[in-house]
Every structure is written in C-alpha cells, then in structure tokens.
C-alpha cells in the first residue's frame, strides 16, 4: 500500500433542493483510501451511496467540500478535464449493466477504447482478452440480450477494465443477480482487484460480501462512520 491517499475526501457534502426546503443527503463526510485498498460502502438505500460514488468519479458536483485523485482536485475539474479523467482513470460498473444492445459482447467490451478514436484492428486483442479474464471468450459474439444476468454484468466488468484504470466504482454490482450468481461477480470483481492492483469501492446492501472488503463505511443519517468488516454479519 502506498503511503499517500489515492483518495481523499474531505467536509465532503451534498444538499438537494426540495420544493421550499433543502434536503440534505450527507454532510462533513472525511475520509481516505489508501490505493490497492478494497473498501465497502453499506448504508439503507437512499442514503446516499450512489450519489457519492458519483461524486467521488467526477459525474457528479459536491454541494460543498473537496474530493482528490492523489493530488488533483476533481470537483474544480472543468467538464471536459472530468470526462478525460473519468476515461482514463475510473473503471464504473452499475447495478444495471448498460450494455449497447445492437453490439455484440466483444464490441461493447471495445467500446471505451473505440471511442478514444483507436482502429478496430488495435481494440480487437485487448478486448478478446479481457472477456477472458471475465471467462466470456466463448460469448464474444453474442449480443447482450443473449446473455444471462451474470454474463452481461461480467461484460460491464470488462469494459469497466479495459481503459486499465486506477480506481474501480461499483455501484450495487450484484444487486439484480440471484444468490450463486452474485457470489461467482463477487468472486471476480475481487481476483480483478488484486489481479490488476486496483483501488475498489464497492456500494453494496450485501453485508456478506462487505465483511469480505478490507474496510467498511457506512453512511447513514447524513453521516459515515468506519466499522470493522469482521463486525458485520455473516
């Protein structure tokens, strides 16, 4: 682990007008982590854990605090310096797989780089060999409505990894799978993590697969507090 934060967020707050009044969704959240950390975000929905991913990968504006990438400061980002920074150095993966239905799993696995401006002929390898990571080499060619549930998130997971990026956000990435489905997602995003030395943070209702992280914040009633992972319930 390296010494300095690759993140590190501070008086961190976000506030939602709401007809006359403001709803505040968090306020004053701090906290840091360290890169090549695995680090679970629980909390009852709506309290705000997708919101601050969206934060924390510039997609989104704080209403007030500081949010840094190593030393760069993402919410003083103009649009253009947040989408070059999302592109290289970010990896998403929703709750929802957001593949592009008219292309196959090779080609929605090629889409990051593709948009970059690259050749196909230069895209193709590097997207057959992350389906193989992801175990899908065999599907390449199949549209994502032929896919299960588990195969299309494992695509998303793809696509996430193939721009090589330093932090992966994952947003309830198991939460429409049944419960073996889940596990095997689970089970890769954590060999992807440590395979490709990445620094993950994963919202997830899944306490089970939390406990599993080397850290734990929940964010409820506003405010986040650390918990050990082995407190959680199995």
Request: aromatic fraction near 6%; proline fraction near 5%; charge should be negative.
């Amino acid at each position: 682990m390296g010494q300095d934060p690759i993140l590190r967020v501070s008086g961190l707050g976000k506030v939602f007008r709401s007809g006359e009044s403001d709803l505040v969704l968090f306020e004053n959240l701090s906290f840091q982590v360290s890169a090549g950390e695995m680090l679970a975000i629980v909390g009852e929905s709506g309290s705000g854990k997708s919101t601050l991913l969206h934060i924390l990968g510039a997609l989104e504006q704080p209403s007030r605090g500081d949010v840094y990438f190593a030393n760069l400061p993402l919410n003083s980002l103009a649009s253009d310096a947040a989408a070059d920074f999302r592109n290289t150095q970010i990896g998403f993966v929703w709750q929802f797989h957001y593949l592009l239905p008219e292309f196959t799993a090779l080609e929605n696995v090629a889409m990051p780089l593709l948009l970059r401006g690259r050749p196909w002929p230069s895209v193709q390898p590097e997207a057959t060999r992350w389906l193989c990571e992801v175990g899908l080499d065999h599907r390449a060619h199949h549209r994502s409505g032929e896919l299960s549930g588990g195969e299309q998130q494992r695509v998303a997971l793809a696509r996430a990894l193939i721009t090589q990026p330093r932090l992966l956000l994952a947003d309830e990435p198991t939460g429409d799978l049944d419960g073996r489905t889940a596990e095997s997602v689970f089970a890769l995003i954590a060999t992807l993590h440590r395979d490709c030395r990445l620094t993950s943070l994963l919202a997830t209702h899944n306490l089970a697969f939390a406990r599993r992280c080397q850290r734990v914040l929940r964010l409820e009633h506003g405010r986040i507090e650390e918990l050990a992972p082995e407190s959680l319930p199995v």
